[in-house]
């Protein structure tokens, strides 16, 4: 099993630029996580997805857009990136049910100029 | 919505010695209180975790606790090692789903 898988793992933007980075999971988990992690911030939540078919904002959302592809998918969208979503973000999922263990995928480094 | 705040941002203790980092949240419907640990250049993962109806949980050499009266919780951890050397973010949720993280804690053990 992979788990949870990312692509890219490192993305150069001009600001302005569109770009979507990819997660899929092999874990059979019905819910999936976007997360950026910025230094002396911790991890944020920009959206996530409780099961398929259901998308809900999380606690920085904006600029961002999300899909549920499928139960395997979740995308995460920059329409017209910005300096500030320079960041490394990450993709999780977890199991049936809230209070399970988030399993984290490695990261996607992303630089906006 | 849901504010955690963590302390202290940096921890150094010598092998062998404990290791404490707390954890204050602001929402008294919050229930679930994870602790996820992040080696540099890695992914953070789960070590150890707690719900509201519990007060205390170990695992071998790490231990949670939660106040839910203080609304606070914290990670204890004995007998360290260097290889326990990392961050450590804890969590707070009232749904399970949307974790609301603190900043971290940089722990360092030296030999």
């Known amino acids: 099993n992979a788990g949870v898988t990312q692509t890219p793992k490192f993305q150069v933007l001009k600001t302005g630029q569109s770009m979507t980075l990819q997660c899929a999971q092999d874990m059979n988990h019905n819910s999936m996580y976007w997360y950026r992690q910025d230094p002396g911030m911790g991890l944020r939540l920009i959206y996530y997805s409780a099961s398929e078919g259901t998308t809900d904002k999380g606690e920085v959302p904006n600029g961002y857009n999300v899909s549920r592809l499928n139960k395997r998918e979740f995308s995460l969208r920059l329409e017209s990136a910005a300096p500030s979503q320079t960041s490394v973000y990450f993709c999780?999922?977890?199991?049936?049910?809230?209070?399970?263990?988030?399993?984290f995928g490695p990261g996607t480094r992303l630089t906006v100029t | 919505g849901e504010n955690v705040e963590q302390h202290p941002s940096t921890l150094s203790v010598q092998e062998g010695d404990s290791a404490v980092i707390k954890c204050t949240y602001s929402?008294?419907?919050?229930?679930?209180f994870p602790w996820y640990k992040q080696e540099l250049g890695k992914r953070p993962q789960l070590i150890i975790d707690i719900r509201s109806n519990v007060g205390e949980k170990k695992d071998q050499r790490i231990a949670v606790t939660l106040n839910k009266t203080a609304k606070h919780f914290s990670l204890h951890i004995t007998e360290t090692q260097p290889e326990d050397s990392a961050v450590y973010f804890c969590?707070?949720?009232?749904?399970?789903?949307?974790?609301?993280f603190g900043k971290g804690t940089s722990l360092l053990v030296t030999p």
């Open positions: 969590a707070a949720s009232i749904s399970g789903y949307a974790l609301n």
């Open positions: 929402d008294s419907a919050s229930n679930y």
């Open positions: 999780a999922s977890s199991g049936t049910g809230g209070q399970n263990e988030q399993y």
